[in-house]
């Protein structure tokens, strides 16, 4: 029973901090959300804990040292945060005065100090679990190290996993391979019109683009099986069956870039192509279809089947620790963004 409940307060706290950082999220402006060293406590525990979660339920050893590093670095970045916060709010510097200044001084060291006070017990609590003898025996399994067997189909629930993962993460390469193509439209070297004061492609750059994860579900689920297919179809010659893939390709990606902007930027607030040379209602564009198209292409053809490969030899461990950490840290930029 000591065994049993060691190990479920170590997950409940460790649950309760994601439903916190979560809650959290969602009850704040997307504005007010900044990149800083909260920001970075926010991600550290929220990924942490989503990997302690699944080693607690996997009864993996590394479980202890996950959950002692994930506390006391949540510890240290929350601390760090109140150090390092700016020294004067702006009504102090328009009246500033030696008195004023001690008493923001005062203030600053009583939040540090509280701020240690309120991370100290989840760090000694973490300490306390990872070295009792009953978490100790409880979490008797190594992780299993061993490359998974590549000539074996996934099952259903990696199949649904591997999908999740692939979507959220095309969301921000998505995002971010965006921005580099805004950079050369910033550079001359296509046509179009470079807006720094897209606040959510610029700034917030950890925002999830979904129409990037439902085109990467789109590749995965449609296009590279059509790659193959044609590839047999064509009896290995590349050149027909490239022709074909990517008129396939560029019909897909042009109709999500289509579906998307009607569905989000009927009021051209986004992207504004009426300028562009051959532009459908100011939405889509023959340059930006041929560049989706170019990316969906080698993404179907090379990087995607690279990814099935690198999955299906991959232990088993690794890829459900990865993807415990990483989902709750995508649900929390989920709902900072989107609620």
């Keep these: 029973m000591a065994v049993f409940e060691g190990v479920f307060d170590a997950a409940v706290a460790h649950g309760q901090a994601i439903i916190d950082r979560l809650q959290e999220a969602a009850r704040r402006r ?31 050893r590394l479980a ?31 009246s500033p005065s ?3 200044s001690q008493q923001e001084e005062q203030t600053r060291r009583d939040k540090v100090i509280n701020s240690i006070a309120d991370v100290l017990p989840s ?5 306390t679990v990872a070295y009792s003898p009953a978490a100790q025996n409880a979490l008797d399994q ?19 996993r591997n999908a999740t993962s692939l979507f959220a993460v095309y969301t921000l390469v998505g995002h971010w391979l965006e921005m580099a193509f805004c950079q050369l439209i910033r550079l001359g070297v296509v046509g179009g019109d470079y807006d720094r004061s897209n606040t959510m492609l610029w700034d917030w750059w950890l925002h999830p683009f979904p129409a990037e994860g439902i085109a990467g579900l789109l590749i995965a689920g449609v296009l590279s099986p059509l790659h193959e297919v044609l590839l047999k179809r064509f009896e290995g010659r590349i050149a027909p069956a490239l022709a074909v893939s990517f008129l396939a ?16 930027n009927r009021n051209y607030e986004l992207w504004d192509y009426r300028d562009m040379p051959f532009n459908f209602q100011g939405q889509i564009c023959l ?20 990814r099935d490969k690198w999955l299906r030899r991959m232990p088993a461990d690794l890829i459900n620790l ?6 709750p840290t995508y649900a929390l930029l989920c709902l900072t963004y989107f609620v």
Excluded at 142 to 160: K, Q, W, Y
Excluded at 249 to 264: E, F, H, R
Excluded at 322 to 327: I, L, R, V
């Design 30 to 60: 997307a504005e007010d959300y900044r990149y800083d060293l909260r920001m970075a406590r926010d991600l550290v525990q929220v990924a942490g804990s989503g990997a302690t979660l699944w080693l607690l339920y996997a009864h993996k």
């Design 64 to 94: 202890l040292p996950i959950s002692v590093a994930t506390a006391a670095v949540t510890a240290g970045l929350t601390v760090a945060s109140d150090v390092f916060q700016p020294k004067q709010s702006p009504q102090v510097e328009q």
């Design 98 to 100: 030696d008195e004023a």
């Design 123 to 127: 760090v000694i609590g973490a300490l």
């Design 287 to 306: 340059q930006n279809s041929l560049v989706y198209t170019a990316a969906a292409t080698l993404v179907a053809w090379i990087a995607y089947p690279a």
């Design 249 to 264: 390709n560029q019909v897909v990606c042009t109709s999500i870039d289509y579906l998307t902007g009607m569905v989000a």
């Design 322 to 327: 990865e993807f415990s950490a990483f989902m």
């Design 142 to 160: 190594p992780m299993n190290l061993m490359p998974r067997d590549s000539s074996l189909p996934f099952t259903i629930g990696e199949r649904v």
